[in-house]
């Protein structure tokens, strides 16, 4: 048995989402990219590759793992490029989208022989936090004034726009871009390609996809663009679960159970968005899942079970796949999650595992 913590990754499931993804591409034309920051373990790209026509990136480093581990379309995407950085990430990318026109002026030498994007930041979003709202007062999230952009248009060919937050309402998508045709279309329909961005939960349980594909295809003939999507909670969604043991129960006037892994340190979005993590289970025996970190909110959250727990018992954190394994840290020491594959035959590969060696390494 594979020693706890890890996240274990199911190539079953994630072949669910690929065949979504090719549903919503053969239907609309649009093209897919992998948005690397929510999920960037390239030991199943071979799968992804298959059914995604590349990667979008956030970052240098993001970017450059893209084209080395990913290949095929590869957009190089960050909110602000330093001097140093711009020469290498023109090298890898075969578009470049600038978050600001400052840097897309700052940097127009260098980036002349790519494809050149803009973010456009429509001034509105499916996003209920703040924290995460790319439209919240103040943006540095792209440029907003049409005026502005008129006057760089003629360096560009195409924009990004990435409005949607876990957005699984149709009707809602619908109407937003309807918004962006309104008031944008005369800079839409100068453009080759519009990047619409990540966000949309196009592989929920019942998400009408075909609706989301003639929609998309509409957005692309009426105004002459090749329409990008950049999913990235969307590729992975369910396909993960992060597998942990009991350490320890004891009651504090609730059932508290202990296991080897941390809510901080393993699953953060959990603690940064006020949630909690899910777990496929019922039953008449209630417990709360604590991390073994010091802090003291560190709560996967209740659950109630079919038989009382024990000591080493194995737990299975569900939808642990976007934003954990690209966010994960050292903090107190816990030992990190390795990953692990489950193949399509059931047999389970150890890709990577972490040790105090990787520990050490990280801080000096
Ligand atoms: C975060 C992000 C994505 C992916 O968003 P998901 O909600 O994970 O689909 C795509 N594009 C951009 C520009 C992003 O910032």
């Known amino acids: ?7 274990l990754i199911d190539r079953a499931k994630l072949s669910r989402n690929m065949a979504i993804i090719d549903r919503l591409r053969a239907g609309s034309g ?12 390239w030991p199943v790209f071979d799968q ?3 059914h995604m026509d590349g990667t979008t990136s956030s970052s240098l480093y993001e970017l450059r793992l893209g084209r080395e581990k990913f290949g095929k379309e590869t957009h190089a995407y960050s909110v602000a490029w330093s001097d140093h950085e711009i020469a290498e990430a023109v090298g890898y990318a075969d578009k470049i989208i600038f978050n600001s ?26 996003s209920g936090f703040d924290l995460a709202d790319p439209a919240r007062p103040f943006s540095r999230l792209g440029e907003w004034d049409a005026g502005k952009i008129e006057a760089v248009m003629d360096r560009i060919s195409g924009f990004m726009i990435h409005y949607n937050c876990e957005n699984a309402d149709f009707d809602l998508f619908d109407r937003q871009l309807t918004r962006i045709e309104d008031e944008f279309g005369a800079l839409l329909h100068r453009l080759k390609w519009v990047s619409l961005g990540g966000g949309i939960h196009f592989t929920g349980e019942g998400y009408p996809v075909d609706r989301l594909a003639a929609r998309l295809k509409a957005f692309s003939q009426r105004f002459g663009v090749q329409v990008y999507l950049e999913p990235g909670e ?4 369910g396909s993960a679960s992060l597998e942990v043991t009991v350490l320890d129960i004891l009651n504090n006037g609730k059932d508290l159970a202990i296991v080897d892994s941390s809510v901080e340190a393993h699953m953060l979005d959990l603690l940064i968005y006020r949630i909690s993590a899910r777990m496929d289970v019922s039953g008449d025996h209630p417990y709360m899942i604590c991390g073994k970190s010091c802090l003291a909110g560190d709560v ?16 299975s954190i569900a939808d642990a796949a976007g934003y954990t394994m690209v966010k994960k840290n050292w903090f107190n020491g816990v030992k990190m999650p390795g990953i692990v594959i489950r193949e399509l035959d059931g047999s389970e590969t150890v ?7 990787d520990y050490a390494s990280s801080l000096g």
């Open 101 to 126: 026109i400052g840097q897309l002026e700052r940097f127009d030498n260098q980036s002349a022989q790519i494809e050149r994007g803009l973010r456009l930041n429509p001034r509105f979003s499916t």
């Open 300 to 315: 996967f959250g209740e659950f109630s079970f079919p038989a009382p727990l024990s000591v080493g018992d194995r737990l």
């Open 351 to 357: 890709a990577r595992e972490f040790g105090y060696a």
């Open 1 to 7: 048995m594979i020693q706890t913590p890890y996240y």
């Open 48 to 50: 992804m590759r298959n």
């Open 30 to 41: 649009a093209k897919a990219l992998l948005a690397l920051k929510c999920f960037a373990t």
């Open 234 to 237: 969307a590729a992975i969604t």
